[in-house]
């Protein structure tokens, strides 16, 4: 089973270290020090992960997947809160559901091709929205 610097070095992938660093906001020379062999406590290894995109339980242990899965958004706890929101704030609820679903394949969709600068390919989100009313 691969470690800790094995992981991280898969994770970052191309980016150089000092990219990497400045992404997930740590010193060049702790990402060093854990590329050659160092083991991040919990906090460390949670920011990275966070900021990173990246499975905490699998950057810790190798088990599970790389990468957060956005599938993991609850459809029924979304529209609860929705309701709860829309009853808090007396106005009515903002999904109703194709809606709802429309959204959620838009935010799964951006989640699982977020840029590694943060940003989100809204162009190519847009393509990918051409394809909903087929499925």
């Known amino acids: 089973m691969k470690g800790f610097a ?13 990219a990497f660093a ?15 062999g160092a083991e991040p406590g919990f906090a460390k290894a949670n920011q990275i992960a966070l900021r990173a995109n990246c499975s905490l339980e699998w950057l810790a ?17 979304l529209e609860a809160a ?5 009853e808090h ?13 429309t ?3 838009y ?9 590694e600068d943060g940003f ?3 162009a190519l989100a847009r393509q990918f929205g051409k394809h909903l009313d087929e499925a």
Request: proline share 1%; glycine share 8%.
């Open 120 to 122: 989100f390919d809204l």
């Open 89 to 101: 704030l007396g106005r009515a609820p903002l999904w109703q559901g194709a809606d709802l679903t």
């Open 6 to 18: 094995e992981r991280l070095q898969q994770l970052m992938g191309e980016e150089s270290v000092s």
């Open 22 to 36: 400045r992404k997930v906001g740590l010193s060049e020379s702790l990402i060093r020090k854990y590329l050659k």
């Open 103 to 105: 959204l959620l394949a």
């Open 82 to 86: 929705d309701r709860l929101t829309a």
């Open 61 to 77: 242990t190798g088990c599970g997947y790389l990468y957060r899965r956005a599938e993991v958004v609850d459809r029924e706890a």
């Open 107 to 115: 935010y799964q969709f951006l989640r699982s091709h977020k840029k």
